[in-house]
């Protein structure tokens, strides 16, 4: 499959570059009569299945409103698309001309050099519309080198059949949760929990849960290490040790998915882009069967991190204009209402909040104020490297091959090394 | 066109013998090179795009790697080129920095051990497999035919087609095997989630890839063993197992000399079994020295490609290593290999 979408992505670029070959009117994206032209290749990395299908729909529109331009669209995993573009665009070949960039990757992507400027371009269009909490991720070295696309954070997703079958109510505490898992497991037979173990941004609930953080860019300190690190590393072992949550290794979306779709478990951590994917399953026919809670607090309080995706230009793409027009096209007010409706994913336009269709989305309604208070990581070019280190301990502290201890010790260690010169 | 060559290789070093010895008056030797030039120009040619094709896709690389493994090169500092942006590369020699972390440090080695384990227990065991089912193969049994395309199936199928079928096998929850044990009442094994069971789990895929290879092979060489001296044994009164000491495994040796070095290099850089199956987890179980070289390069974040060069370097010297001490142990027992 990576083959079959490098090699797509290839053809694309060599068929890019040969029309960009025709003259200098086509290589700016512009023909002579002042219409955009060209072909603009978008690597989208959202759910297949579900969401692709409203995006790919959305860039088929724009092409109806620009006949000139042809949007090839290619969908890589999300878990590649942060090596498979830098390795893309550092060689200056096979790189696509729009990326969809997750708020972490952005201030990464930009120091690097592969991103293009975007302020005062058509692509920033009515600026101030943007929630400053999604336009931070994309503003670097005073710069704005991305358009913020959705904005979302991390809710406990339950199923409202099972907690009344094993007769409980949602929990607001770890605690809680563990009697809640215990009373399902008792009752209705099945697991409590899922907890992704393969990826470490769903441990970081847990980590703000105990008031920890993985890094303070403000004193330029490592702070997973911290005892708030380790109590939180014991908090998930003991989720899993005890029963309450069951993990994998490997698979752990898909697994996941699967799992709360088919009733196998009654909760999971997720955000408002498993909301379609998780429609789509047999529990949920009656999508009222699907409850969302705030994610339990921990011993020093609740906290959900803030992520979300940004649109973001390659600085070598062939076909600027005609790109700064899609990313335009598609964060405008009009296609983030239809995202919302279709997806319910969270816009990131403060006037979308208010139109009538958006008003009335009870998902938009639930996560809109999580995201409010959700904790912004630092947006500087080692966030998105942060999780590497991460989620080997992660994994080894849940199969228990090293010590909640030792495993953010080893974190923070690597941190030190990736972050010259911090405590 | 061997023949012709041998003998002007033949020619040419007696004609720069008699050069030597009549020792013209100019008082220099004649250019060795020019003359085998001008008497070999032919052949030269026509080895030439072999060697420079050879030069690009293996010298390159290597000699690039082993220029890395001596920086400081990571993507931050490498060159890049962005549209109309260039930016430099600013890396810097650092000499043997790199290889004195990798030896010292504990990685690498509790990585080498691992990819020790996984090695020859895969090597052994795909053998003993291997050698046994030839046996069985070898025999006049009904339907020898179709065992046979049944055994080679796993090599037919391609390699990553496989892994990810045994990755759905493996599944803890969904997967063919736990359903199959649940039937039977057993608890749900762990597969891919447990440190041990993951180990466990890739080396048996890789004994399944692995045995059609070792099969054909020592089929084919068991066949060039000639049954008059099966049947001479016979008469003399040996039983089976002297008849499989004596007979078979000498008859088999240089076969199996050259299938058990071939193994060993390929499981010891087996990524498409260690990657698709368990990218090395759970944590960094099951990460093999090749695979953990690419994950420098590849997954870290900035992406380091002096260490990843420097890992590769090490794995080449290690094979390299291992091929002239196994020619050395071969030789020293007799065979001219």
Same mark, same amino acid.
């Given at each position: 499959m990576r083959r079959g979408i490098t090699a797509t992505a290839l053809v694309a670029t060599l068929a890019l570059a040969a029309t960009a070959c025709g003259g200098d009117e086509e290589s700016s994206g512009k023909s002579g009569s002042g219409e955009l032209e060209g072909t603009v290749t978008w690597w989208d990395t959202s759910t297949v299945g579900s969401e692709d299908k409203v995006f790919k729909k959305l860039a088929e529109d724009f092409e109806a409103k620009h006949k000139g331009v042809d949007v090839k669209y290619v969908n890589v995993p999300f878990g590649e698309a942060q090596n498979k573009f830098k390795n893309a665009a550092q060689s200056g070949s096979g790189a696509p001309d729009v990326i969809r960039s997750e708020v972490a990757w952005t201030p990464e992507f930009a120091d690097l050099g592969y991103l293009a400027p975007l302020d005062g371009t058509a692509a920033l269009k009515d600026e101030k519309d943007f929630v400053p909490q999604a336009a931070a991720s994309t503003k670097y070295d005073d710069k704005t080198y991305a358009v913020p696309q959705v904005i979302d954070s991390l809710g406990i997703f339950y199923n409202k059949k099972l907690f009344k079958d094993a007769g409980v109510e949602v929990p607001t505490t770890i605690a809680e949760l563990k009697t809640v898992s215990k009373a399902v497991k008792d009752r209705t037979g099945k697991t409590g929990m899922y907890l992704r173990g393969d990826d470490a941004y769903w441990f970081l609930s847990f980590l703000y849960?105990?008031?920890?953080? &993985?890094?303070?860019?403000?004193?330029?300190?490592?702070?997973?290490?911290?005892?708030?690190?380790?109590?939180?590393?014991?908090?998930?072992?003991? &989720?899993?040790?005890?029963?309450?949550?069951?993990?994998?290794?490997?698979?752990?979306?898909?697994?996941?998915?699967?799992?709360?779709?088919?009733?196998?478990?009654?909760?999971?951590?997720?955000?408002?882009?498993?909301?379609?994917?998780t429609y789509a399953g047999p529990q949920f026919k009656d999508k009222a069967n699907l409850g969302v809670a705030p994610v339990p607090a921990g011993s020093a309080g609740q906290g959900a991190p803030q992520g979300g995706h940004n649109l973001a230009v390659y600085a070598g793409s062939k076909n600027l204009d005609a790109s700064y027009a899609f990313i335009e096209y598609m964060s405008s007010a009009e296609s983030q209402a239809r995202i919302t409706t279709e997806l319910n994913l969270l816009p990131t336009r403060t006037s979308v909040y208010s139109r009538p269709e958006v008003a009335k989305n009870e998902i938009v309604g639930f996560f809109k104020p999580v995201v409010d208070k959700a904790i912004e990581r630092p947006w500087i070019p080692e966030t998105g490297s942060l999780f590497a280190p991460l989620v080997t301990e992660y994994t080894k502290v849940l199969t228990g091959q090293t010590t909640p201890e030792k495993g953010v010790r080893t974190t923070g260690d690597s941190y030190r090394e990736l972050l010259k010169g911090w405590k | 066109m061997a023949v012709h060559t041998g003998q002007s290789v033949a020619k040419a070093a007696g004609d720069f013998e008699v050069a030597r010895g009549r020792s013209r008056g100019t008082g220099k030797p004649p250019g060795g090179l020019r003359r085998s030039l001008s008497t070999h120009w032919y052949a030269w040619a026509m080895v030439a795009p072999v060697v420079a094709v050879i030069g690009v896709i293996v010298g390159y690389p290597l000699v690039r790697g082993i220029y890395l493994s001596l920086t400081d090169a990571n993507e931050r500092n490498v060159e890049r080129n962005i549209g109309v942006n260039h930016l430099p590369a600013t890396y810097e020699f650092v000499g043997l920095d790199n290889y004195a972390d990798a030896l010292t440090g504990g990685q690498f080695l509790s990585t080498l051990g691992w990819t020790l384990v996984w090695t020859v227990s895969c090597v052994g065991l795909t053998f003993v497999l291997g050698l046994t089912l030839a046996n069985i193969l070898n025999r006049r049994i009904a339907g020898r035919s179709a065992y046979r395309m049944m055994l080679i199936l796993p090599w037919a199928v391609p390699g990553f087609v496989s892994v990810f079928a045994w990755r759905f096998l493996y599944n803890e929850d969904r997967g063919f095997l736990n359903k199959l044990l649940a039937g039977g009442g057993i608890d749900a094994v762990p597969w891919l989630n447990d440190p041990t069971w993951a180990k466990f789990s890739v080396i048996a895929v890789?004994? %399944?890839?692995?045995?059609?290879?070792?099969?054909?092979?020592?089929?084919?060489?068991?066949?060039?063993?000639?049954?008059?001296?099966?049947?001479?044994?016979?008469?003399?009164?040996?039983?089976? %197992?002297?008849?499989?000491?004596?007979?078979?495994?000498?008859?088999?040796?240089? $076969? *199996?000399?050259? $299938?058990?070095?071939?193994?060993?290099?390929?499981?010891?850089?087996?990524?498409?079994?260690?990657?698709?199956?368990?990218? #090395? #987890?759970? #944590?960094?179980?099951?990460?093999?020295?090749?695979?953990?070289?690419?994950?420098?390069?590849?997954?870290?974040?900035?992406?380091?490609?002096?260490? *990843? *060069?420097? %890992?590769? $370097?090490?794995?080449? $010297?290690?094979?390299?290593?291992?091929?002239?001490?196994?020619?050395?142990?071969?030789?020293?027992?007799?065979?001219? %290999?």
């Open positions: 849960g105990e008031g920890g953080d &993985l890094v303070d860019a403000k004193d330029k300190t490592v702070t997973v290490d911290s005892p708030a690190g380790v109590k939180a590393m014991e908090v998930v072992k003991d &989720l899993v040790d005890s029963g309450a949550a069951k993990t994998d290794a490997t698979d752990g979306w898909e697994n996941m998915q699967a799992a709360f779709k088919e009733g196998d478990v009654a909760m999971m951590i997720n955000g408002p882009w498993a909301i379609a994917d | 890789n004994i %399944w890839l692995g045995v059609p290879f070792m099969l054909v092979a020592l089929l084919g060489g068991l066949q060039s063993i000639p049954g008059e001296m099966y049947e001479a044994a016979e008469m003399d009164g040996a039983g089976p %197992w002297q008849r499989f000491r004596h007979i078979t495994m000498p008859g088999l040796r240089s $076969v *199996s000399a050259t $299938v058990i070095l071939l193994s060993t290099i390929w499981t010891f850089n087996m990524f498409p079994v260690i990657f698709l199956l368990t990218r #090395g #987890g759970p #944590g960094e179980a099951t990460q093999i020295l090749v695979t953990q070289a690419y994950k420098f390069s590849f997954e870290i974040s900035p992406r380091d490609f002096a260490q *990843s *060069s420097t %890992w590769g $370097v090490l794995i080449l $010297v290690l094979l390299m290593i291992f091929a002239v001490v196994y020619q050395r142990v071969l030789r020293k027992q007799g065979d001219t %290999w």
